[in-house]
């Protein structure tokens, strides 16, 4: 008689158990045993196949899942807002982890941890909002067009966000009939046309002016703005950012059962950030200004314990523990873009163009809508007045990924040297710090066959 195996070890185990109390679990089993095929048979919930997503429903599913990849891909993750933000002079490293202090020090390794684990998750958004694009075309032809619009803008907004954090040689690899397509290394000038290309795709499907529609319109038109910057095109970039009003956000959500703040998850809960303050010489001053555009407690005190934030120290029992109360719960939701954005960028068109005192004017008139913020004089020499502006894009668009890039832009468009604007010399944990002004393409990359994949072209500004 066939006994089942888990019967016998019942029997063994308990040997005060009659066979008889044992032969109704012994049926249940039984009953319950499947032939050897059947397990080949069963179903993976969370296999997705294309047949799955062949119709109109699915395709939405898809732009849906495409936008919660992005949602990783800011502030749902740890991506290259937060450490970009760690590289420049918004964050210091709060913990021991060895790849976080390369990046706080500016000696990134290409097998670094975190900037591969960011790099996979902005190639994700990516590629997961061209395949909700080819399925919307094909299975919803009456989408709205901010729907496919607003595929364009992840696509446009992590190609800029990229290029402003690497170094040249980015490879995108696509996804094409359900295979493997590899990039070949990418110079940063093509990346950006790459980009502006898909914001221009993206504002010409947009006709409508529903909430929607201009949600998305407004965002295409800060990343047209950023990417023109980058370009090097100021006067463009202003005419782009027209018309974005100062109330605009694009929002990141969050919740307490879902993807959780990563400012504060990471910052206020485990202490592995800290808010910067003048750090390695060229820092500004981010902690200590006391701007209620940055606003912070430290750690513990009585501010920081109304928001939860009770560790006296960072993560390496170092202090002092500054902590952002720009989002001060898991489930603060993350303006990944705002409509000062547009007036900043306007108003570094102005000081470009030489209109000194329109370009103060168009700050202070911003500064005007925040409370608590005194009108600024003219800094005197035009020097004098790119530190003032950057100053404020610093403070208004803190911890929004585009430090970097403008440290970046400092070097390439003003003349400045990496020793003037990045941090330099004794590093806050000992030695000093280090050259990169900018990321490497992670070592992972050279498993793309294509030839120079994984390497950067050239580690330029």
Same mark, same amino acid.
């Given at each position: 008689m066939f006994v089942h195996p888990i019967v016998r070890a019942l029997r063994n185990r308990l040997p005060q158990l009659s066979a008889r109390a044992l032969a109704p679990l012994a049926v249940a089993f039984a009953l319950s045993a499947c032939s050897p095929t059947e397990v080949l048979e069963v179903t993976d919930p969370d296999l +997705?196949?294309?047949?799955?997503?062949?119709?109109?429903? #699915?395709?939405?599913?898809?732009? @849906? /899942?495409?936008?919660?990849?992005?949602?990783?891909?800011?502030?749902?993750?740890?991506?290259?807002? =937060? @450490?970009?933000?760690?590289?420049?002079?918004e964050w210091n490293? #709060?913990?021991?982890?060895?790849?976080?202090?390369?990046?706080? =020090?500016? $000696?990134?390794?290409?097998?670094?941890?975190?900037v591969t684990a960011a790099d996979r998750v902005w190639h994700r958004a990516r590629i997961s909002s061209q395949q909700a694009l080819q399925l919307l075309r094909q299975y919803a032809p009456a989408a709205p067009g901010w729907q496919l619009a607003e595929m364009y803008m992840v696509q446009a907004y992590l190609?800029?966000?990229?290029?402003?954090?690497?170094?040249?040689?980015?490879?995108?690899?696509? +996804? +094409?009939? /359900?295979?493997?397509v590899y990039g070949t290394p990418t110079p940063t000038a093509d990346v950006f046309a790459r980009a502006l290309a898909h914001a221009d795709s993206g504002l010409a499907l947009i006709t409508g002016t529903s $909430?929607?529609?201009?949600?998305?319109?407004? %965002? @295409?038109q800060i990343v047209k703005g950023r990417v023109l910057l980058n370009q090097n095109n100021p006067a463009a970039a202003a005419a782009a950012v027209a018309g974005v009003p100062n109330s605009? =956000?694009?929002? =990141?959500?969050?919740? +307490?059962?879902a993807t959780s703040n990563t400012f504060w998850n990471l910052g206020n809960i485990a202490g592995r950030y800290s808010v910067s303050t003048g750090e390695g010489q060229n820092g500004l001053d981010f902690a200590t200004a006391n701007d209620p555009r940055v606003p912070i407690c430290q750690g513990n005190d009585a501010i920081c314990r109304t928001i939860g934030a009770v560790r006296p120290n960072r993560d390496d029992l170092s202090t002092p523990f500054y902590v952002q109360r720009i989002w001060p719960a898991r489930e603060s939701s993350v303006a990944i873009m705002i409509g000062a954005e547009a007036r900043l960028i306007e108003a570094e068109a102005q000081l470009r163009g030489n209109q000194?005192?329109? %370009?103060?004017?168009?700050?202070?008139a911003l500064r005007a809508t925040v409370p608590g913020l005194a009108p600024l004089t003219?800094? #005197? $020499?035009?020097? %004098?007045?790119v530190d003032q502006l950057f100053r404020e894009r610093g403070f208004t668009l803190f911890a929004r990924g585009t430090r970097t890039g403008d440290l970046r832009r400092l070097i390439r468009q003003y003349g400045r040297t990496a020793e003037t604007v990045f941090p330099t010399g004794t590093w806050h944990k000992g030695g000093n710090y280090g050259t990169d002004v900018n990321f490497p393409i992670p070592f992972v990359e050279t498993n793309n066959p294509s030839a120079g994949a994984g390497v950067c072209l050239d580690r330029n500004p």
């Open positions: +997705i196949n294309p047949s799955d997503v062949a119709s109109a429903a #699915g395709a939405d599913a898809v732009r @849906l /899942g495409a936008l919660a990849r992005f949602n990783s891909a800011t502030s749902g993750d740890e991506s290259l807002l =937060q @450490l970009g933000g760690l590289f420049s002079d490293n #709060g913990d021991s982890f060895i790849a976080r202090q390369e990046i706080d =020090q500016r $000696t990134i390794t290409r097998e670094n941890s975190f190609e800029n966000l990229a290029a402003d954090h690497f170094c040249s040689g980015i490879s995108f690899s696509e +996804i +094409i009939d /359900g295979a493997e $909430t929607n529609d201009l949600r998305v319109r407004h %965002a @295409l605009f =956000q694009y929002q =990141q959500f969050h919740a +307490i059962n000194p005192a329109a %370009a103060l004017a168009t700050l202070n003219d800094a #005197g $020499t035009e020097a %004098a007045r």
